[in-house]
């Protein structure tokens, strides 16, 4: 790992204790595989469905174990955080089931549905400019006034919570060849890559066109730290975190990148198959795996659906411009 890299990032260990601590407010969620979808994308594909996860998305773990491990610390006080939506809402009922109100930064454009849901799960939202550097300062100023931060993706009991949803998979199809996850500020695939560990499984990612810093990161060989997104996938706009960054360089096989219309393809294709809404960020792992026959073709493939937090018209709006 890179030696810039800080050193508490968990090990499996913490993934274990994260999926035992959360046991009574998170799901565990369905493993879905479906012969119509493994056909069309050419492998055994079985899916972990985190849109079915309280608030919508994987990001409820996460910020649950940061909440409970707050608590089993005998941390008291208001939480702080950033997030384009689904790492807001998830954090705004953890800290309400603990008795805790979560100030949510977000940016001006964030998806309406994805701002009610912070608000309607006891959040307040404070609006900043799109940008992560309006992001970070804005989320300063919270913590400067005595909040709790707890960062969507680059802090280790996010990324032990996230890693949760891996454990599951893993023990529900032990024998996986690799698994993908989507990749924004890398919490996910973090936790994941630390999660195969005790199985072999090789680890993949995948990450929008128009937000593809991860991926400028690795061809340059350090982490980049300013990058404009543009992309549908809301969720992803984030600038990939230190730990997470180091996380991906020593564990994740490869990184791929998408298009808005290989993610408006695979939303459909989702739909078609398993009569599924899933957002724009959870289709981008079906988009990489349709558009890599010669990686994922034969293969035993675990993919972690990360969400379903999207306006019904919205989604109507993004398939029918494939459809």
Same mark, same amino acid.
């Given at each position: 790992m890179n030696p810039d890299t800080p050193p508490d990032i968990?090990?499996?260990?913490?993934?274990? /204790?994260?999926?035992?601590?959360i046991d009574d407010w998170a799901r565990i969620t369905p493993v879905l595989s479906d012969p119509g979808l493994n056909g069309k994308l050419a492998c055994k594909l079985f899916c972990k469905c985190e849109n079915l996860q309280?608030?919508?998305?994987?990001?409820?773990? $996460?910020?649950?174990?940061?909440?409970?491990?707050l608590r089993e610390d005998g941390i008291e006080g208001d939480v702080a955080t950033h997030s384009s939506g689904n790492h807001g809402a998830a954090l705004a009922l953890a800290a309400t089931l603990d008795g805790r109100q979560a100030h949510v930064v977000m940016p001006e454009n964030s998806v309406p549905?994805?701002?009610?849901a912070v608000r309607r799960n006891g959040g307040i939202v404070h609006f900043c400019a799109a940008t992560s550097e309006a992001r970070e300062?804005?989320? %300063?100023? /919270?913590?400067?006034?005595?909040?709790?931060? =707890?960062?969507?993706?680059d802090f280790a009991d996010i990324i032990a919570g996230q890693g949760t949803a891996a454990i599951e998979l893993f023990q529900e199809v032990p024998s996986l060849d690799m698994v993908i996850t989507p990749l924004g500020g890398g919490g996910?695939?973090?936790?994941?890559?630390?999660?195969?560990?005790?199985?072999?499984?090789?680890?993949?990612?995948?990450?929008?066109e128009g937000a593809a810093d991860t991926?400028?990161?690795?061809?340059? $060989?350090?982490?980049?730290?300013?990058w404009k997104p543009d992309t549908i996938a809301d969720g992803l706009r984030a600038i990939v975190g230190v730990r997470?960054?180091? /996380? !991906?360089?020593?564990?994740?096989?490869?990184?791929?990148? =998408?298009?808005?219309?290989?993610?408006?393809?695979?939303?459909?294709?989702?739909?078609?198959?398993?009569?599924?809404? !899933?957002?724009?960020?959870s289709a981008t792992v079906i988009a990489a795996i349709s558009?890599?026959?010669?990686?994922?073709? %034969?293969?035993?493939? $675990?993919?972690?659906?990360s969400g379903g937090n999207l306006d019904p018209g919205t989604w109507s709006t993004m398939v029918s411009e494939v459809a």
């Open positions: 968990p090990d499996l260990a913490d993934i274990h /204790l994260a999926r035992a601590r309280r608030t919508g998305s994987f990001k409820f773990r $996460g910020a649950s174990n940061a909440v409970i491990k549905m994805k701002i009610e300062e804005m989320l %300063g100023k /919270l913590v400067a006034d005595g909040k709790i931060p =707890v960062h969507p993706y996910l695939v973090s936790g994941t890559a630390i999660a195969a560990r005790t199985c072999g499984a090789r680890v993949f990612a995948v990450e929008p991926v400028a990161s690795l061809q340059q $060989g350090y982490r980049v730290n300013t997470n960054f180091a /996380l !991906i360089q020593a564990e994740v096989t490869k990184v791929f990148t =998408v298009s808005d219309v290989d993610i408006r393809r695979a939303m459909l294709l989702f739909w078609q198959e398993l009569r599924m809404a !899933i957002e724009p960020s558009n890599h026959p010669e990686v994922f073709s %034969g293969k035993k493939v $675990g993919a972690i659906i």
